[in-house]
């Protein structure tokens, strides 16, 4: 997450950062996201999860220190006041633990759950955080032990970014696809008070056509003429972008954002609540925010917990219509229980335009 040098950005948004980056890299790879998954836990009784770790080798941690190492990897804690610091630990604390509830059967076919960077979900072990940074990941850990945000009864898809700008969107806008109910978008006022200014960039014509050459959705050929936002959201971000030049094509915002970024830097263009204008050889955005705009707005979630917001209301803010409830007492289905498809999320989580993405026919949520 870091794409921002601000003041609005302290270290610890720092991983979440380059979780951005990261996942920006590859043109083929889907942004940060989950893919589908299977409803099915028979075989899962909440307690381990298998993580590679950083250095390559896998391990069976106990839920609670899996999501302790996630906390401060993924959300700022440090230079808060005890009662904010609290409280956006335990925010992020019953984020990681849905999400790797979610999403662990991404590396199944390899052996583990999860792996420990931004592909899943950032994780350092607790002993390489400053003391009180892991005091801080660990407690919340605890006070929030077992509990997911849940919708219909299932841990939701708790995807999250660093800052809206003012405005979350659905996640249909950014990827493709059904946005599940909890996945709207909505005004943030509070992001607004404490976030980033605006931001711009200014790109070379002949260094973003380079860029956008560099991708099948984007490559438009030996010559770019302009870039024209054919479809906003409510948010304001930009949903489809026609790239005039050689070829004409038209691209989803966030799959442009994500083949710039990955050539020309995970700060080019921040967020796809974008202007964009040609100006002479340059071709200049505008925007606000930072990230992909979907679900949890970090920013806005830090705001929040200053004003005094419990986690649950924070949480219940961001992803609409959902509960924090225990794993344990959710419902169990096994798989044999399971139509041989089912899946909670398709299409919509690999990012719609990745060649990988997987059957973008509806209804995306719930059940294909
Ligand atoms: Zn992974
Ligand atoms: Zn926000």
Not at 255 to 272: C, D, F, Y
Request: aromatic share 6%; glycine share 8%; net charge positive.
């Amino acid at each position: 997450m870091t794409m921002l040098t601000k003041r609005a950005f302290p270290a610890g948004l720092l991983p979440l950062l380059a979780a951005i980056i990261v996942s920006g890299c590859a043109g083929a790879q889907p942004i940060r996201l989950p893919g589908s998954f299977h409803v099915a836990d028979a075989d899962f009784d909440g307690t381990r999860l298998r993580i590679r770790l950083p250095n390559g080798r896998v391990a069976r941690l106990d839920v609670d220190e899996y999501v302790s190492g996630s906390v401060p990897a993924e959300a700022a804690l440090g230079g808060l006041d005890p009662a904010t610091a609290r409280a956006v630990a335990e925010v992020q604390a019953i984020v990681a633990r849905t999400y790797a509830f979610a999403n662990r059967r991404r590396h199944a076919h390899e052996g583990f759950d999860l792996c420990a960077t931004t592909h899943c979900q950032v994780f350092r072990p607790l002993s390489t955080w400053p003391a009180p940074i892991a005091r801080l990941a660990r407690d919340a850990a605890h006070a929030t032990r077992g509990m997911v945000i849940t919708f219909a009864d299932r841990p939701i898809n708790a995807v999250f970014h660093a800052d809206c700008g003012g405005h979350t969107s659905d996640a249909g806008s950014a990827w493709r696809g059904d946005s599940p109910p909890y996945l709207r978008g909505t005004p943030d006022t509070y992001c607004v008070k404490d976030g980033a200014a605006p931001w711009r960039a200014e790109v070379s014509i002949s260094d973003l056509r380079r860029a956008l050459n560099r991708d099948d959705a984007t490559n438009v050929g030996r010559r770019l003429e302009e870039l024209e936002i054919t479809e906003q959201d409510a948010a304001g971000r930009a949903v489809h972008v026609t790239l005039h030049g050689a070829r004409t094509l038209a691209v989803r915002g966030e799959r442009l954002r994500s083949v710039v970024n990955a050539n020309l830097g995970p700060r080019t263009i921040k967020s796809t609540r974008f202007t964009v204008l040609r100006d002479g050889r340059h071709v200049l955005f505008e925007g606000r925010g930072f990230g992909h705009g979907v679900g949890l707005c970090q920013t806005g979630a830090l705001a929040r917990a200053r004003a005094g917001h419990s986690p649950r209301d924070i949480i219940a803010h961001y992803y609409a219509g959902t509960a924090v409830a225990a794993w344990h007492s959710l419902p169990r289905v096994s798989a044999s229980a399971l139509p041989a498809r089912t899946v909670l999320f398709t299409g919509s989580w690999t990012a719609s335009d990745y060649p990988r993405a997987r059957g973008p026919h509806a209804p995306h949520w719930l059940q294909e």
